[in-house]
């Protein structure tokens, strides 16, 4: 699904408007009369209402006159208050206001906190609101008149359906300016927004639901500004072919390098993650001492024994791994890796020498964290960085509160200037490429939040890589799956006390449902 920043979504109401002569007022019309169709089919036991349209002065409001009227007639009980004076409300706000009390309907104003607390006491038997007060276009925080009757909406029992965007919500960060309408259903007009999507934004808009205004396609952007929601249409059509004649070399064979002493289990989970991915051969290397535990829990996976000091990887194990990788299709480096001087400096030689696609995280993004320059001596290869925020900011040299402040732009930033595809987690885990273009996933839970689920996620890519997809489709597809088995088992156990081990042994059950997702839609 295609994201617009709130600037994007200006330019497209400017050129549809100035450009190609589409009337503001029609397009105000008809996501007034989308709103209301929604609203009809989601709130149907709740006809004849009543239902409350709290409008703002601006476009925002003008939807909310449209919505009202089109209920009205359609026999619903409609009030509508509006935060303003009436000889306030300018431009096609102001021609769609006039027909609404042309119409008979019922609409107040209160333009003082006085007035508003008293309009809001009458408001009993509300049986949906509608925020139709602020919409796409703040910028800063929400204030006086608003600010009370947001805090009315979410103290109500009454569900809340709001217009483009819940109030309060910043359009392309997500960011909550000052408080934010805590809505039920959202109906985004012609296009979804960024901030839609991002959290904190994301859990004040309840259900997202895009309607056709009529609007015609968004104005052409640069790479650098596109944003996608990856559903699972855009997750499917990635799945690498299984073919009908396929052996397990024909699948890739996938090369794990990690583990240390008291972090066996990581490079187990990222082997696990890679064996589940659908590769046709993995081979896990780590200190040799820690390779029998390894085998005891992977029978399927092959081990290589490296050179070790005190269960640490050591610097002596290069010319080994530099045969290992000649027969490898994809490198999966760091988890369990460790943080001794030997294990990092063996993480970046490998970084460095390595011609493999390559999937670097954990204790490998760490040892890379003072030196982020050498990812530019990896020009033309595939490589994929996937940090957590405490990660991220020790790669950028910044605060994790500067990270979380703008996690598109601070993912993109880097992204491009190191040339990686870079996989931001957390609650909506960001992808972004080389060119700048953005991916927000749109699967996952917050069963994802335990220990280990990162490295599955680390090995799950680089299966996904010696399976032969490009850096960004691996780094995409996998971060969809990972999220979409997490889905998968909190319907069957919950989201509390989801394992590691259990995300890996469900990624053939999810990728299988997209399987046949994929098939649906071709």
Known sequence: MKLLTSVQMREADRQAIEEIGLPGALLMENAGRAAAAVLRQRFADSYPGPVLVLAGKGNNGGDGYVLARTLHHAGWQVRTLVLAAAESIAGDAALHLQVLLRCGAEVEFVNEDSALEAA???QTGVRVAVDALLGTGLANAVQGLYARAIDWLNEGTAPILALDIASGVDATSGRILGRAVQAKVTVSFAFAKLG????????????????????PLAPPLPVAERHTLVEAKTAAALLPSRSVTGHKGTFGHLLVVGGCRGKAGALALSAAGGLRSGAGLITAAGPASLLPVLTQQLLEVMTAPLAEVDGHLSLQALPVLQQLWQDKAA???????????????????LLVDCPLPLVLDADGLNALGPHPELLLERAGRMTVLTPHPGEMARLCGCSIAEVEADRVAVARSF?????????????????????????????GNPGL??????????GLIGGLLAQGLPASAAAVLGVYLHGLAAERLSRQQGEAGLAASDLARELPAARHDLTQQGACHA
């Open 120 to 122: 809001l006491a009458r």
């Open 196 to 215: 839609q999507v991002l959290h904190p934004g994301a859990a004040c808009c309840g259900t997202l639901e895009v309607v056709d205004i009529g609007l």
């Open 331 to 349: 490198l999966a480096l760091g988890p369990g890796l460790g943080e001794t001087d030997e294990a990092r400096a063996l993480a970046r030689r």
């Open 415 to 443: 992204a491009m200037r190191y040339q990686v595809v870079l996989v931001l987690k957390g609650a909506r885990s960001l992808i972004a490429t080389p060119q700048g273009e953005i991916f927000v996933n749109g699967s």
């Open 449 to 458: 939040a335990s220990g280990g689920s990162g490295d599955v996620l680390t």
